[in-house]
T-cell receptor, first 112, second 115 residues
């Protein structure tokens, strides 16, 4: 099993550009999450999904969009990149509530 | 708004020392508290605590939850340089509407173990 796979590992964007961060898991997990981690700030929840076709906002959803058309994939879209979106983004999944999250290795995004 | 506070934010110790990391929380509809270790990349799972007063142990690491005090501690005995990492505390609680569960993370404690 590959677990949770995130691509790309690194990306530099110019202000106003758009991009999609990819996340795929092969564990047949229903729950998937996107977090961002700023230096010294822990992880903040951007969006989450409890199953295909269902998504909901987390703490910091502004500037992002998600979709969940399949159980495996949970892409995160940035439409108009801003410097405040410079961060490390982690995707995570779990089979059910009250189970530990499995994290991907993260995408380091810089917006200049 | 759910809140998770970790202390200290950073800590420097020598190999062989014992450390205690703290996590306190204010959430509605508490379900569980989790500890993760983060080295260079993704956080890795350490413990999940749901019941008060029951210690979870794994080698030199142990953790316990106090639901009355709304807090948890993570102990590491005989620290090694390989314990250097960020330790994250997260609390799972039921979201508004009662159907969804969300995890709220603290800022983490940066532990540095010097030889």
């Amino acid at each position: 099993n590959a677990g949770v796979t995130q691509t790309p590992k690194f990306r530099i964007l110019k202000i106003g550009q758009s991009m999609t961060l990819q996340c795929a898991q092969d564990m047949n997990h229903n729950y998937m999450y996107w977090y961002r981690q700023d230096p010294g700030m822990g992880l903040k929840l951007i969006y989450y999904s409890v199953g295909a076709g269902i998504t909901d906002k987390g703490e910091v959803p502004n500037g992002y969009n998600v979709s969940r058309s399949t159980t495996e994939d949970f892409p995160l879209r940035l439409e108009l990149a801003a410097p405040s979106q410079t961060s490390v983004y982690f995707c995570a999944s779990t089979r059910q509530v009250s189970s530990p999250l499995h994290f991907g290795n993260g995408t380091r995004l810089t917006v200049t | 708004e759910d809140k998770v506070v970790q202390s200290p934010l950073s800590l420097v110790v020598h190999e062989g020392d014992t450390v205690t990391l703290n996590c306190s929380y204010e959430v509605t509809n508490f379900r569980s508290l989790l500890w993760y270790k983060q080295e260079k990349k993704a956080p890795t799972f350490l413990f999940m605590l749901t019941s008060s007063g029951i210690e979870k142990k794994s080698g030199r690491l142990s953790s316990i939850l106090d639901k009355k005090e709304l807090s948890s501690i993570l102990n590491i005995t005989a620290t090694q340089t390989g314990d250097s990492a960020i330790y994250l505390c997260a609390v799972e609680a039921r979201g508004s509407g009662g159907s969804n569960y969300k995890l709220t993370f603290g800022k983490g404690t940066l532990l540095t173990v010097n030889p």
